[in-house]
């Protein structure tokens, strides 16, 4: 039922920044959590970050001080800001509620040069 659109995916070099954006097709006040995943060559997906509807977060441990999660409910939009990239962060990222509720959008790649 809710439709997102990733957009903000580039290529850096490491130590670099970048900011995700999700447009999401309905109010985000509404949803009780949303977040970003990612999955990287080779490997599963997995949870990045997430906010829920209080505004409590969850960051990964593996992003926890150079990745902030961050919202704007009046453009029902969530950001992902991304700091210090390394390497290991080149993925693409999706957006989605938490949990996912069994689908997906396209996503938008990230690439970090060493």
């Known amino acids: 039922q809710v439709q997102v659109v990733e957009s903000g995916g580039g290529l850096v070099q490491a130590g670099g920044s970048l900011s995700l954006s999700c447009a999401a097709s309905i109010s985000i006040f509404s949803i009780n959590a949303i977040g970003w995943y990612r999955q990287a060559p080779g490997k599963q997906r997995e949870l990045v970050a997430g906010?829920?509807?209080?505004?409590?977060?969850t960051h990964a441990d593996s992003v926890k001080g150079r990745f902030t999660i961050s919202r704007d409910n009046a453009k029902n939009t969530v950001y992902l800001q991304m700091n210090s990239l390394k390497p290991e962060d080149t993925a693409v990222y999706y957006c989605?509620?938490?949990?996912?509720?069994?689908?997906w959008g396209q996503g938008t790649q990230v690439t970090v040069s060493s």
């Open positions: 989605s509620t938490l949990p996912n509720l069994g689908s």
């Open positions: 906010i829920r509807r209080a505004g409590s977060t």
